[in-house]
């Protein structure tokens, strides 16, 4: 009987099947977010590598997904990050987008270049993010 893999090791299998090009990408913007703070954690959830808070917090309704910061959408060519609670991040850099009803906010990259250029703006988002739990 196979052992069931870790969280971790969920999200670095699922990594490991993409297209080379895209894993690339999707493994950096992993080790960034993951290096922002000890505090975040990842898993696959809705099919796609997301990152989530494991520190404490006050009691929630699990649907409401607070403890969830980001959740990668995997495309051919892009990646597209999405924030499910954005629309609380005071965003100064401009980087998330969109004006969804359920409070969605999302980041698009497309390279590793495109990464690289905006990793400092990234990670203050998720800081931001994380300012805003209440524990």
Request: zero cysteines; glycine letters at 6%.
């Amino acid at each position: 009987m196979k052992a069931k893999l870790s969280e971790k090791e969920q999200v670095t299998e699922h990594i490991l099947k993409l297209e080379p090009t895209l894993a690339k990408v999707t493994e950096t913007l992993r080790q960034i977010i993951l290096s922002t703070d000890q505090e975040i954690s990842e898993r696959i959830k809705w099919n796609n590598p997301s990152f989530y808070y494991t520190g404490p917090m006050q009691e929630f309704d699990p649907k409401e997904y607070k403890r969830d910061i980001i959740v990668m959408n995997l495309f051919k060519g892009r990646i597209m990050l999405v924030f499910p609670s954005g629309a609380k991040i005071n965003d100064k850099s401009g980087l998330l987008e969109g004006d969804f009803k359920d409070g969605r906010r999302t980041v698009v990259f497309r390279d590793l270049a495109h990464v690289f250029e905006k990793q400092g703006e990234l990670q203050t988002i998720i800081r931001n993010w994380l300012q805003l739990v209440e524990k």
